[in-house]
């Protein structure tokens, strides 16, 4: 059956792209926790920072890293669960609606007419 052979393809697919997604979020991650840490050691080398402050400085740092991972992570799995038919917003909607009244396709909803619903 080829529709089981494309099926095994795009799900290889969409987990390798899951896997690239977490992962390079997890290095964006990475990267604005040392920034946050950066920018606090630099606050604290221009006014030296009481060590309540440095605290602060290194849990705030660690708070933006895991912050920016889950939300990093929540989009790659929403775009590998299928990006393509996830709810659009009111402005998408109307965008949609007037580009298909110009081109005269009538298309409403493509998400629908790809997976063969009325």
């Given at each position: 059956m080829p529709n089981n052979e494309l099926n095994s393809l795009l799900e290889k697919v969409r987990r390798r792209q899951l896997v690239v997604g977490?992962?390079?979020?997890?290095?964006?991650?990475?990267?604005?926790?040392?920034?946050?840490?950066?920018?606090?050691?630099?606050?604290?080398?221009?006014?030296?920072?009481?060590?309540?402050?440095?605290?602060?400085?290194?849990?705030?740092?660690?708070?933006a890293g895991f912050v920016l991972l889950a939300w990093l992570a929540g989009r790659a799995w929403r775009s590998a669960r299928g990006g393509f038919c996830r709810p659009a917003g009111r402005w998408r909607r109307r965008f949609r609606r007037r580009h298909h009244q110009r081109l005269g396709t009538g298309v409403e909803n493509r998400c629908r007419l790809a997976a063969n619903e009325p």
């Open positions: 977490m992962t390079a979020g997890f290095f964006w991650a990475i990267i604005a926790a040392v920034l946050a840490l950066l920018v606090g050691m630099w606050l604290d080398v221009l006014w030296e920072l009481s060590p309540q402050a440095r605290i602060v400085a290194g849990f705030v740092a660690a708070v």
